[in-house]
Structure formats: structure tokens, C-alpha cells
């Protein structure tokens, strides 16, 4: 069971180990000021079993297959489904021109309801283009889960697509344990 000591130890250990400071220039294009580096806390074997530990439970029943977004996305998708026994797609940004072809490797999607994981969302940019894929391919899509939102909490991308975000932390709550 997730207690708040656990969600404020895992909060200051992101903290600790993925927020910079400087100038970025995150994918959205905005131009900020600080960054959460998930792969930091994605190679920390203990806090992404830990950052898992807290997500496992709000990957819904309802899950058939979890997708995992490149690149950030798949460690954290590939311990989830350690934990959950859901088997893992795992989403390409573009399809590979080689072998398959494939934008969704993995298993057979169609008819299923696809549970996307991501690491950091600021506008959803990434996973709205992946909700089309898994759509296109007949795959049922509501629902996406994330390490840490840093923007809306209902992105506008999402919402267009009927798609509800769940975060495991928001800007603000980690914030407070900075």
C-alpha cells in the first residue's frame, strides 16, 4: 500500500537525482528553465523499482497490454509488467524502415485495451501520436500513465482524444519536496 512517506521519499529521490537547472528546450518546443532527467531516475535500479512499486497499482483492471513510449517510456513499462503480468508493446516515435516495418512492436494490439506508460508529459504531444497508431491498428485507448506531468493536468492533446492522465507526481507535488 502506497503511504505518504513512500510518495515523499520517492519525490525527493527524483528530486535528487533528475531535476537540473539551466536552459532546455523540451520537445513541446517550450524553452524552460529546469528539467526532470528521466533517465536518471529510470537507471536507478532502486528508485524506478521503487517509482514502479507506486504505479503498479493505478494500471487499471481493465489493462489488457501496456505500451511502453520510446525511449523513456519502456524501463519503466517493462518493470510494470514484470509486476503486473500484462504483456508490453512497445511504441516507436516512427515505424522501423527495416525488418517488420512496425511503430508498435510486440504483441498483437488489435482489440485490445492499451494502457500507455510514459515517463515525463508536459503537453502529450508524444503520446497523442501514439494514440493514433494503436487506434489505426484497433486497439482500445482511454488511458495513459506517467511518471511525472510538469504541464496541464488534462492536456488538450489528450482531451481531444478522449484520453485521461494519470500521474504518479505533477511539477507542483514535486516541488514540495525539493
Given at each position: 500500500m502506497t503511504t505518504p512517506d513512500t510518495m515523499s521519499s520517492v519525490a525527493r529521490r527524483i528530486n535528487e537525482v533528475a531535476f537540473l537547472t539551466g536552459e532546455f528546450t523540451l520537445r513541446s518546443g517550450i524553452v524552460s528553465d529546469h528539467y526532470f532527467d528521466k533517465y536518471a531516475f529510470e537507471a536507478d535500479p532502486k528508485l524506478l523499482s521503487d517509482i514502479c512499486d507506486l504505479l503498479a497499482p493505478r494500471v487499471p483492471d481493465s489493462?489488457?497490454?501496456?505500451?511502453?513510449?520510446?525511449?523513456?517510456?519502456?524501463?519503466?513499462?517493462?518493470?510494470?509488467?514484470?509486476?503486473?503480468?500484462?504483456?508490453?508493446?512497445?511504441?516507436?516515435?516512427?515505424?522501423?524502415?527495416?525488418?517488420?516495418?512496425?511503430?508498435?512492436?510486440?504483441?498483437?494490439?488489435?482489440?485490445?485495451?492499451?494502457?500507455?506508460?510514459?515517463?515525463v508529459i508536459t503537453s502529450g504531444g508524444a503520446v497523442a501520436d501514439s494514440?493514433?497508431?494503436?487506434?489505426?491498428?484497433?486497439?482500445?485507448?482511454?488511458?495513459?500513465?506517467?511518471?511525472?506531468?510538469?504541464?496541464?493536468?488534462n492536456p488538450p492533446l489528450l482531451n481531444?482524444?478522449?484520453?485521461?492522465?494519470?500521474?504518479?507526481?505533477?511539477e507542483e507535488t514535486l516541488n514540495q519536496h525539493r
Open positions: 489493462a489488457e497490454v501496456l505500451v511502453g513510449m520510446e525511449l523513456g517510456g519502456v524501463p519503466i513499462a517493462t518493470m510494470l509488467s514484470q509486476r503486473t503480468g500484462l504483456p508490453l508493446a512497445l511504441a516507436r516515435k516512427e515505424p522501423k524502415t527495416y525488418g517488420t516495418a512496425r511503430q508498435i512492436e510486440g504483441p498483437e494490439v488489435s482489440g485490445k485495451n492499451a494502457f500507455i506508460v510514459e515517463d494514440i493514433a497508431v494503436l487506434r489505426d491498428l484497433g486497439a482500445t485507448v482511454t488511458q495513459v500513465l506517467c511518471v511525472i506531468n510538469r504541464g496541464d493536468p481531444e482524444r478522449n484520453v485521461t492522465l494519470d500521474a504518479l507526481f505533477t
